[in-house]
């Protein structure tokens, strides 16, 4: 029936675009596949990221260590805090004890003071050295007797009436409003310190002292928790004592930041969760401190060091000022002390040659 030659009839070709993902609607299709799942990772980021904060803000310990009262400094620019190394031993064993050769003795005190400041200017961390000759503000001790304002050494305020003392006499002392307290003890910095796979900083020269247990070679190297500790404790065989402790101890705080800081630590999950576990159980800080105020502390104090950084102590008159029934003092020198915190409360840079070069 079909002539010679006659070619059986073909269908349409299918357009490529209809063969190949199914056209129009194919693509349709695999673009929502990918906008959700994209949706559901972002959802699953926010979610962790959100349960992480929860997490890290419900461990975080406070403390009453800040008040209003009549005379408290005025608010001044930029961000004020106060960082307190207590030698408090209440939470260690008898072998941590010895391990860290800290000694058995009770009470508390402050081994380190430093008063950290960040705004438009710095950062700047001024050490108080813990001798400071200063006025004790009138208190209330805890059985409720009342105590007329004196002159002391300064870490007198933390055994006396604990963080708030201490505060208020900071205040009191320099004219500069704390707006943020954080202290931290012997075995926090041992704990955050192994936490972070140790801190990296140099020596210009070796550090070995008995008491603390320090046995360190000079030039640049990875300190341990254990090693960390004693470094920051050691003042009875440095040529300045106390003084040139305070050296060290501004090297330590800013290379933990940095090491705190660093890509394997804040991208990693396996170092990331006991780093914040181990520092969250070991600071204490003021009842109106959250993390976000802490993730933005740790962020300044990383540039200690760098430009724009100062590190030094609070101006000194006299290292070995003799106080009858207080023995040797640090008396402060109060004109440079007085443009010093000036310049921290107008958020200034800090004028050459007013802060202590320690060492």
């Not at 700047?124 to 805890?142: C, E, G, K, M, Q």
């Not at 101890?249 to 396996?270: C, D, I, M, T, W």
């Amino acid at each position: 029936m079909y002539g010679r030659g006659s070619k059986t009839a073909k269908p349409p070709r299918q357009p490529r675009s209809e063969r190949v993902g199914g056209g129009a609607g194919g693509r349709r299709r695999w673009l929502r596949i990918t906008l959700i799942s994209l949706l559901a990772l972002v959802v699953l980021f926010v979610a962790a990221f959100a349960g992480t904060w929860l997490w890290a803000s419900s461990k975080i310990t406070k403390v009453a260590a800040l008040s209003d009262y009549s005379g408290r400094p005025a608010q001044g620019a930029g961000t004020n805090w106060l960082v307190v190394g207590s030698d408090s031993r209440s939470n260690m064993t008898a072998a941590q004890k010895d391990q860290y050769h800290t000694g058995s003795d009770q009470g508390q005190r402050t081994d380190t003071i430093l008063l950290l400041h960040y705004g438009a200017s710095g950062p700047d961390l001024i050490s108080i050295p813990r001798d400071s000759y200063v006025t004790i503000p009138a208190y209330t001790d805890s059985s409720g007797k009342s105590h007329s304002a004196s002159k002391n050494k300064i870490n007198a305020a933390y055994d006396l009436g604990g963080a708030p003392l201490l505060t208020k006499t900071v205040e009191m002392a320099t004219g500069v409003r704390v707006d943020h307290y954080m202290e931290i003890g012997f075995l926090g910095v041992v704990n955050v310190v192994d936490s972070v796979g140790g801190v990296h900083l140099c020596l210009d020269t070796p550090v070995r002292d008995s008491h603390s247990g320090a046995n360190l070679s000079a030039g640049c190297q990875t300190l341990d928790g254990q090693q960390s500790l004693a470094l920051i404790r050691t003042r009875y065989s440095l040529a300045n004592s106390d003084i040139s402790r305070m050296a060290n101890q501004q090297k330590f705080v800013s290379a933990l930041a940095k090491a705190a800081l660093r890509p394997g630590v804040e991208y990693n999950p396996f170092t990331l969760y006991p780093f914040l576990s181990a520092t969250l159980n070991s600071i204490a800080v003021d009842n109106g401190t959250g993390l976000s105020d802490l993730v933005g502390m740790s962020s300044h104090a990383r540039g200690i060091t760098g430009n724009g950084g100062t590190t030094g102590t609070v101006p000194i008159a006299n290292e070995g000022y003799q106080v009858s029934g207080i023995g040797s003092a640090v008396l402060w020198d109060s004109a440079k002390a007085s443009r010093l915190f000036d310049a921290v409360n107008q958020d200034k840079a800090i004028p050459s040659g007013l802060l202590n070069t320690i060492g």
